[in-house]
């Protein structure tokens, strides 16, 4: 099973994955994006977040 990394070194904190994917991105406390731990990534707004990412720093790991 493929899961998503953010690489946030690039981020610029657009929020477009957690507007895209809120059940799978999310800002956390400490003000950095995360992915969400799930059993499965393949659903299609997943997929559409990491494609929308401007930065490309959402990776398939
Ligand atoms: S879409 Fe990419 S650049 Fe924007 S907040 Fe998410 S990881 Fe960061």
Redesign the pocket.
């Known amino acids: 099973m493929k899961r998503p990394v953010?690489d946030m070194a690039?981020?610029?904190?657009?929020?477009?994955?957690?507007e895209l994917a809120p059940h799978a991105?999310q800002l956390n406390d400490a003000g950095f994006?995360e992915v969400m731990p799930l059993d499965d990534y393949s659903d299609e707004d997943i997929h559409e977040?990491v494609k929308?990412?401007?930065?490309d720093?959402?990776a398939w790991e």
């Open positions: 953010l690039e981020c610029i904190h657009c929020e477009v994955c957690v991105f994006f977040a929308n990412c401007p930065k720093c959402i």
